[in-house]
């Protein structure tokens, strides 16, 4: 029995293209539903109809190669570094979308966006665009508290009058 590590989660691409012969068990299974998770491949699956469950709209359903679906807005391609990281998805020939993560995107590149950064039907704080930024600022917020608690604020002194 080895050990494994569950912790490493693929990167989407065309290196994760993975075969199983029918009835394998299938122990990617979990990652690739994390993944999935994580890229916004999150349907809706067929046999549904390739409809938003949250504005109603049709978008341009693609496979992934987490085995989930995503939604994409469709006729839409951008410039890549105008669309958020993690945000940005590529089709490769065999029409199957992968998330190009947060890598700095190639100049002059284009991507597609998922529909869920369009959705009408969603706010922003739901969808949560800059989810690396909205880290930061809740971790600037946690300072803040810190630094709220601990009096050290000139702004936060108690007042003496
Ligand atoms: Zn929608």
Redesign the pocket.
């Known amino acids: 029995m080895g050990v494994h590590d569950d912790s490493i989660i693929p990167l989407p691409g065309p290196d994760g293209v993975r075969q199983p012969a029918a009835g394998t068990p299938r122990p990617w299974e979990n990652t690739d539903r994390a993944q999935a998770a994580v890229d916004g491949a999150t349907g809706p699956e067929p046999p549904g109809p390739p409809r938003?469950?949250?504005?109603?709209?049709a978008?341009e359903r693609r496979p992934t190669y987490t085995d989930r679906h995503v939604l994409l807005e469709p006729g839409l391609v951008l410039p890549a570094h105008l669309v958020p990281g993690g945000h940005r998805w590529h089709l490769d020939g065999n029409g199957v979308a992968w998330n190009g993560g947060f890598a700095e995107p190639p100049p002059g590149t284009s991507c597609r966006v998922p529909?869920?950064l369009?959705?009408?039907?969603?706010t922003l704080d739901e969808i949560r665009p800059w989810r690396w930024l909205s880290a930061v600022r809740g971790e600037n917020a946690r300072k803040v508290r810190r630094q709220a608690a601990g009096g050290s604020h000139p702004d936060v002194l108690p007042d003496a009058g």
Do not use: E, T
């Open positions: 938003c469950p949250h504005c109603g709209l978008g529909h869920l369009a959705c009408p039907g969603l």
